[in-house]
């Protein structure tokens, strides 16, 4: 059976996840910048002793998951798959990879590395072609079905693991602790990622950042840190502002925030919030 989607997931701007697909390992930002060392999806990982603790990882994952899938359980979503008519093509995956915005091609041509002959290689040629646009057409009728089957496949689950930290996991980790912030904090920095990408338009996560940077200096430039985390989250409700489909802020207002006040800047447990108005626990 499908698992069902949350009404309130929220689309991502096409331009800024095809942009960062493009910038990825070559990205510029203002003051410390993302280091350019993650071209491969099986490079090696992140210190431990931020976000990128296995601990920790595993609180953002559920956190992420509480408002793109009103769920903590996130590896229930391996599988997930559907058209949300955000005008990005099929949506998939535990980060939401689509069809129109060249991260489920990368992440079938990953696996179709690693697996040839898997149950989505024959679908290359038609992902190549709806790149860029919502169509699904060569995928129908049997792609939806092949993408469940290959959610059983360890490969296909590892593969989408691999994908997620390469394209928005460990850059966000990498420019967190570069400013100096902590686990929160690289926290908001992927939540952000996820969402808008990070991309050349105004509300990607590079460009919230620096909006951030106009009113509060990060750690690393001499700044407070709560007194930076709350001008990034600012900037980041504006961005989701700028679209209809992010109008609900609660993922930032009832969530990161609550943490944020806390001045829990490590995400220890016990952890509560709400995201649609719907409390969640961790702890």
Known sequence: MQTPHSSHARPRPLTSRRTLLAFIGASVVAGPVIASQMTSATAAPLRAGGLDDPAKKEIAMKLVCSAENSSLNWKNYYRYIEDIDDGRGYTAGIIGFCSGTGDMLDLVELYTQRKPGNVLAKYLPALREVDGTDSHEGLDPTFTRDWEKAAEDPAFQKAQNDERDRVYFNPAVKQGKAD????????????????????????????????????????????????????????????????????????????????????????????????????????
């Open 180 to 283: 100096g912030i902590g686990v929160l904090g690289q926290f908001c920095y992927y939540d952000a990622i996820v969402m808008h990408g990070d991309g050349s338009d105004s509300t990607s996560f590079r460009n919230i950042r620096k909006r951030a940077l106009r009113s509060a200096k990060t750690p690393a430039q001499g700044g407070d840190e709560v007194t930076y985390l709350n001008a990034f989250l600012d900037a980041r409700v504006w961005a989701m502002k700028q679209e209809a489909a992010h109008e609900d802020t609660s993922r930032v207002d009832t969530a990161q925030r609550v943490f944020l006040k806390k001045r829990n800047l490590n995400l220890d447990t016990p952890l509560e919030w709400k995201v649609y108005g719907d409390p969640y626990r961790i702890g």
